[in-house]
């Protein structure tokens, strides 16, 4: 069962107050049903009290999807300020009367162009790095005044049942008030790559528990070379690198006793060439890209060597001292990164694509699944794709494949008005 936050039923914490207050008849101005109202619309203290509360409510929903994937989560954007974040979940409770399954995500490169004090930034971490425990902390601050908000309306009307002796209406706003659904969700908070090395990411991913998050993304990328997850040129650490980030946000976890914290590990592997430095491993491999040496001679001053299935070869090094993948290994470097990650102490995967694409993500997916069966996947569904192009052109090449008569239909420019009614327009 999830945890809640312990609070008495309205009535007996009525009680509880008034009975204190006799001990000490100096305080005889308090009034004990304000008292009570007042803890009631403060249920959570610290933000240690919302991490393990949501982590817990994070949990429940992974176990759910496990039983019926139809039982998916949604987290909305929310990169702007606490007033946006209020407003989206009350949006959200008034039209479905109910904020189950829904979260709210931190973005890191909107937190770059929004939040900075240097104005905005692209998408490399050159931002404040507490800049997004600063907004964990606000949104919070507004969620819980949403409750405050919310159960000030009932009580008023509990006010006013008193007074006209509508024992009835009161009796049932106290149970709509016992019963009260918070607006305080779980926060996927994105730590970029941990802005630095592991001391730094634990240093980091604290501050963040912390301020409230129960979730914390933290990506594969070189820290100092960290690219928006679209870009080319990105640079990816060896995985024990990578997983060291991943052990130092689980003790920030278990030490701020957030037991049931939640590590969204992303791979930005599909779309980076590079690599920082070639990772020290006893087992074979050929995922670096370079030349055959045949003779000593052809090592040059400043030259690495690896021995590479029986032979020494000559990685592909830029002048920046970076070295390189072989082409078309990006897949195969996806499925190796989230397999392992999962196995070394990662909850959930995201993957970075440079597009939308269903085949392409299910096909890295299940390969995965093959090794963990249960792993679930964060996918993003980022404003930066037109989804709508996106997928009418895989409906398009899936039906040219399958030998269907496409003749209909122009795929460049399927994004027209004219293809909405189609059939290709409609399952797509």
């Known amino acids: 069962n999830v945890e809640r936050i312990e609070t008495m039923p309205y009535a007996q914490d009525v009680d509880q107050?008034?009975?204190?207050?006799?001990?000490h008849p100096t305080w005889n101005a308090i009034n004990p049903k304000h008292a009570a109202r007042m803890r009631a619309q403060n249920k959570f203290k610290t933000g240690l009290d919302i991490a393990k509360y949501t982590?817990?409510?994070?949990?429940?929903?992974?176990?759910?999807?496990?039983?019926?994937?139809?039982?998916?989560?949604?987290?909305?954007?929310?990169?702007?300020?606490?007033f946006i974040g209020q407003q989206k979940m009350l949006s959200i409770k008034k039209h479905f009367g109910t904020t189950k399954r829904r979260y709210l995500y931190l973005s890191g490169w909107?937190?770059?162009?929004?939040?900075?004090?240097?104005?905005?930034?692209?998408?490399?971490?050159?931002?404040?790095?507490?800049?997004?425990?600063?907004?964990i902390e606000e949104l919070y601050t507004f969620l819980r005044q949403a409750d405050a908000w919310e159960l000030n309306h009932l009580f008023r009307a509990l006010e006013e049942a008193e007074k006209a002796g509508d024992n009835a209406k009161a009796e049932?706003?106290?149970?709509?008030?016992?019963?009260?659904?918070?607006?305080?969700v779980p926060i996927i908070a994105d730590i970029d790559a941990g802005f630095g090395n592991a001391e730094a990411t634990y240093?980091?991913?604290k501050q963040m528990i912390e301020a409230g998050a129960c979730c914390i993304q933290i990506e594969n990328q070189v820290s100092d070379e960290k690219q928006c997850g679209h870009q080319d040129g990105k640079v990816t650490v060896p995985h024990a690198d990578f997983l060291s980030k991943i052990n130092a946000v689980r003790l920030a976890f278990l030490e701020l006793g957030v037991d049931d914290g939640v590590i969204v590990a992303r791979t930005d592997s599909l779309g980076a060439g590079l690599t920082q430095k070639i990772a020290v491993t006893e087992e074979p491999g050929d995922l670096i890209d370079g030349e055959v040496i045949e003779k000593a001679e052809d090592i040059n001053n400043g030259d690495v060597v690896?021995?590479?299935?029986?032979?020494?070869?000559?990685?592909?090094?830029?002048?920046?001292?970076?070295?390189?993948?072989?082409?078309?290994?990006g897949e195969d470097r996806v499925v190796l990164d989230c397999i392992t990650s999962l196995q070394n102490g990662a909850d959930l995967l995201w993957i970075e694509t440079e597009k939308p694409?269903?085949?392409?993500?299910?096909?890295?997916v299940n390969r995965i699944k093959e090794v963990v069966p249960d792993a679930k996947l964060v996918y993003n569904n980022s404003p930066s794709f037109n989804w709508t192009l996106n997928f009418r052109q895989q409906v398009f090449d899936a039906w040219k494949e399958e030998g269907k008569d496409v003749s209909a239909y122009d795929r460049d420019k399927l994004m027209s008005e004219e293809y909405d009614n189609t059939e290709l327009g409609q399952l797509a």
């Open 17 to 23: 107050i008034a009975s204190l207050l006799k001990q």
């Open 55 to 82: 982590a817990r409510i994070m949990r429940e929903d992974m176990a759910n999807y496990d039983q019926d994937t139809a039982q998916y989560t949604q987290s909305l954007g929310c990169w702007h300020n606490g």
């Open 110 to 135: 909107m937190v770059a162009a929004l939040r900075s004090e240097f104005g905005p930034l692209p998408d490399q971490s050159m931002h404040e790095k507490t800049a997004v425990s600063g907004l």
């Open 172 to 184: 049932e706003l106290i149970k709509q008030i016992d019963n009260h659904e918070t607006h305080v």
């Open 203 to 205: 240093l980091l991913a």
């Open 306 to 329: 690896i021995k590479q299935k029986g032979q020494l070869v000559r990685p592909k090094r830029l002048a920046s001292g970076l070295f390189q993948f072989k082409p078309g290994t």
């Open 357 to 364: 694409h269903v085949g392409q993500i299910a096909a890295m």
